[in-house]
């Protein structure tokens, strides 16, 4: 493909030379661009700002009025707060940690949240342990249009991606905190392991809530959710965590005894104390089989 230059040096493709093929915009080096639904639009100069825009596509005729090229520009722009880098790295890992959408924007406004309290970025929370993802797996997602997916399973791929960048950009333009202002969350594990099943020694067989809080709360009817969400057992086989109190068997009772146990039950309310420190964790939501807290200090 032929390319040439214009006047303000913006190079774009040569439409005389490439029928029907499209240009790369209206000149403006403003960056990448984003729908709100999270598709990625395209980009222009080598900026690395992000914005949320509409695409626009207009043909480009010749003096007898033939259709020559096509001719991109972007309008309705609003800019996000955060760079392309940090914005495709933090999708990348929130991609890791949901299965569908609902699930990553409640992932994506709780470590806002913990952001925050910190006074640190999305990117510092995402990129450090706090996400559970293997650093290995923790990367950026890549840009790709529309019509560059073929497969089944690039097509698919391509639809959970744009759910992770639009959790991002719904917690970048200021949308409702659906966790209810939590800055932690679990997964079944959390029912599975309580007090003392977790197949981890470095924690005493505790899950690792009951070894860093002080105090953990739960309302019966998130807890019922919960545990409705979850089942009767789970099993870990795949991951080869043994049950530590069932020799040689990978599975888990739901709820764990401490669940169980009607002296940890309130007034319809789970009160554990395990006078590790002052903190208290209290859940604020339930999506799915994932749990969310908030932090009482």
């Not at 915009?25 to 222009?44: A, I, M, V």
């Not at 480009?60 to 309705?76: L, R």
């Not at 800019?79 to 409640?106: K, P, R, S, W």
């Not at 007034?267 to 209290?282: A, C, G, P, R």
Request: hydrophobic letters at 30%; charged letters at 25%; one cysteine or more.
């Amino acid at each position: 493909m032929k390319t040439k230059t214009t006047k303000d040096n913006t190079t774009i493709n040569d439409p005389t030379t490439t029928p029907n093929k499209m240009t790369e915009g209206d000149n403006l080096k403003g960056g990448y661009y984003y729908s709100k639904e999270g598709e990625y639009l395209g980009n222009e100069g080598s900026s690395q700002n992000v914005f949320i825009a509409t695409k626009v596509i207009k043909d480009i005729k010749d003096k007898t009025g033939k259709v020559t090229g096509k001719k991109i520009t972007f309008t309705k722009k609003t800019q996000l707060n955060i760079n392309h880098a940090d914005f495709t790295y933090c999708a990348g890992v929130i991609l890791t940690e949901g299965n569908e959408y609902e699930e990553m924007l409640f992932i994506a406004h709780t470590t806002n949240n913990e952001a925050k309290f910190n006074n640190k970025t999305m990117k510092y929370e995402l990129s450090s342990s706090y996400s559970s993802t293997p650093t290995a797996n923790k990367k950026p997602i890549l840009d790709k249009l529309d019509e560059q997916a073929k497969t089944k399973n690039e097509i698919q791929l391509l639809a959970k991606e744009k759910n992770a960048r639009k959790a991002i950009i719904d917690v970048y333009l200021g949308g409702v905190d659906v966790s209810n202002g939590s800055q932690r969350w679990d997964g079944a594990d959390f029912l599975a392991w309580g007090l003392s099943h977790s197949p981890f020694k470095s924690t005493n067989n505790r899950h690792a809530k009951f070894a860093q809080f002080g105090t953990i709360k739960i309302s019966k009817l998130l807890f019922d959710t919960f545990k409705n969400n979850i089942g009767t057992s789970i099993s870990y086989s795949s991951r080869k965590w043994e049950n530590p109190k069932v020799k040689g068997s990978f599975s888990y009772a739901v709820p764990e005894a401490v669940f169980l146990d009607s002296n940890n039950w309130i007034k319809d309310t789970f009160i554990y104390s395990t006078k590790v420190n002052k903190l208290t964790l209290e859940a604020t939501a339930v999506r799915h089989q994932t749990i969310y807290w908030k932090i009482i200090r």
